[in-house]
């Protein structure tokens, strides 16, 4: 099946400080992209639907300014969380399909990142 | 708008026996699509089997199948001759016509008994 890498799986960082996760599509080209947020033993909130050339649709509540999405190429798609604070922390993952419409297109998903703010 | 339900939080099964775990839909789309996935402790989603609302059999790959109801908007999974590796827990999924997301429950925990 086709590979989604995500990187890095885990992240420590200082409360301020910005943090950058990638999603890489590796043997396909993803027109679309999602990003998930997991709290423990809980499900997958879609924060933002990321699209190649264009800008996210990020869900209600998510803050755009805050968690800024870009997807430059058809095989990355990126996300920063700028100015984190230990509230951010939490399991972020990403997914993608290849593009079609048909409704059996299933999701690949990445590794996740665990993201850890002091 | 879609929702999917899963009602067991948690779930244990002895080795070797066959468990179901629930998940239940609602929707407004004419057809749509049921999925299910497998997160491990180690995080990554592992897809595991998919049913049409259209597909006239009920979904099986391997030890795992689909009892899809569409009448009673249920597509349980069935887990046949379980193993310690099948612990993990378990999210049922929906993408309908009309969008491009998808809709997860709350999921499963499976834990598999030696």
């Known amino acids: 099946g086709a590979v989604v890498s995500q990187h890095p799986s885990w992240v420590i960082c200082k409360s301020g400080t910005s943090v950058k996760i990638e999603c890489r599509s590796l043997?396909?080209?993803?027109?679309?992209m999602f990003w998930y947020r997991q709290f423990p033993k809980q499900s997958l909130m879609l924060m933002a639907t990321?699209?190649?050339?264009?800008?996210?649709?990020?869900e209600q509540g998510v803050e755009k300014d805050k968690f800024l999405i870009n997807h430059a190429s058809l095989t990355l798609s990126t996300l920063t969380v700028t100015s984190a604070h230990p509230e951010d922390s939490s399991f972020y993952i990403c997914?993608?399909?290849?593009?079609?419409?048909?409704?059996?297109?299933?999701?690949?998903f990445g590794s996740g990142t665990q993201l850890s703010v002091l | 708008a879609q929702k999917i339900t899963q009602t067991q939080p948690g779930m244990f099964v002895q080795e070797k026996e066959a468990v179901t775990l629930d998940c239940t839909y609602d929707?407004?789309?004419?057809?749509?699509?049921l999925f299910w996935y497998k997160q491990p402790s180690s995080g990554e989603m592992i897809f595991l089997i998919y049913?049409?609302?259209?597909?006239?059999q009920n979904a099986t790959e391997g030890r795992y199948s689909l009892n899809f109801q569409k009448a009673r908007k249920s597509a349980n999974l069935v887990i046949s001759a379980s193993q310690l590796g099948d612990s993990a827990m378990y999210f049922c999924?929906?993408?309908?016509?009309?969008?491009?997301?998808?809709?997860f429950g709350t999921g499963t925990s499976l834990t598999v008994i030696p």
């Open positions: 997914s993608a399909r290849e593009g079609g419409t048909g409704l059996n297109e299933k999701l690949f």
């Open positions: 043997d396909f080209q993803a027109t679309t």
């Open positions: 990321s699209n190649e050339g264009s800008k996210a649709t990020y």
């Open positions: 929707t407004s789309d004419p057809s749509y699509g």
């Open positions: 049913q049409g609302s259209y597909d006239q």
């Open positions: 999924a929906m993408r309908g016509i009309t969008g491009n997301q998808f809709y």
